[in-house]
């Protein structure tokens, strides 16, 4: 059973340029939240997807987007890269809301 | 105030003791809690779930939630070196409980 998997591990992009990363879920989930995770810290949420809708989002602003597929993989989106969006950035798939979700590996993004 | 706290540690205890770590929360209306796991350059892993007042035990862990408190602890019996790792505190909250919000973590060190 394959868990959840995320696209690519490492990534080196410039400041002003646009990344996307992938995500699939764990089998049986529908449920794709997206996390930003900075050294030291705690995950913060960007932004949880289900139906192939945004359902809730954080405190990020809007150059960060989604999208679900029907499959339930998804994309994040990061347009306009800053300096400060360099960061561990984690996938995290569940079955419908409040239930237990699980991480992916991370992409690890560093903007130069 | 933040809305997931916790004491950034690092908590040290020796081998074979009962670790002890700490979280309370902002949002009175939550009513799902999480403990993760993280290694040092490693994605979270799901250690515990709890919904309801009370004690839930797993193996060596016990996960303790108070709603009246909006406490959530984690106790760590016969503590192990491999253990040490910084214990994330996760709770659903905002519309629907469909945002989950992570604490910045406790460190903790178990020494031989």
């Known amino acids: 059973d394959a868990g959840v998997t995320q696209s690519p591990t490492h990534l080196i992009k410039t400041r002003g340029q646009q990344v996307t990363l992938r995500c699939s879920p764990k089998?049986?989930?529908?449920?794709v939240s997206w996390y930003q995770q900075a050294l030291g810290q705690g995950p913060q949420f960007i932004f949880q997807?289900?139906?192939?809708?945004?359902?809730q989002r954080g405190n990020f602003p809007d150059r960060f987007s989604g999208h679900q597929f029907p499959n339930y993989s998804s994309e994040l989106n990061v347009n306009a890269l800053l300096l400060g969006d360099s960061a561990l950035y984690l996938c995290?798939?569940?079955?419908?809301?409040?239930?237990?979700?699980?991480f992916g590996q991370g992409t690890r993004l560093t903007v130069v | 105030q933040k809305e997931v706290e916790q004491n950034s540690g690092p908590l040290s205890v020796p081998e074979g003791a009962i670790a002890s770590l700490n979280c309370t929360y902002s949002?009175?209306?939550?009513?799902?809690f999480f403990w993760y796991r993280q290694y040092s350059g490693k994605s979270p892993e799901l250690i515990m779930s709890?919904?309801?007042?009370g004690d839930k035990e797993d193996g060596r862990f016990t996960a303790q939630l108070n709603k009246a408190s909006q406490y959530v602890s984690l106790l760590i019996r016969d503590s192990q070196p491999s253990d040490s790792a910084t214990y994330l505190c996760?709770?659903?909250?905002?519309?629907?409980?469909?945002?989950?919000?992570f604490g910045a973590g406790t460190r903790l060190f178990v020494k031989a």
């Open positions: 089998s049986g989930h529908d449920t």
């Open positions: 949002d009175r209306g939550s009513q799902s």
């Open positions: 709890i919904y309801s007042n």
């Open positions: 997807y289900y139906e192939e809708e945004e359902r």
């Open positions: 995290a798939s569940s079955y419908r809301e409040n239930t237990e979700a699980f």
């Open positions: 996760a709770v659903n909250m905002g519309l629907r409980g469909f945002k989950t919000i």
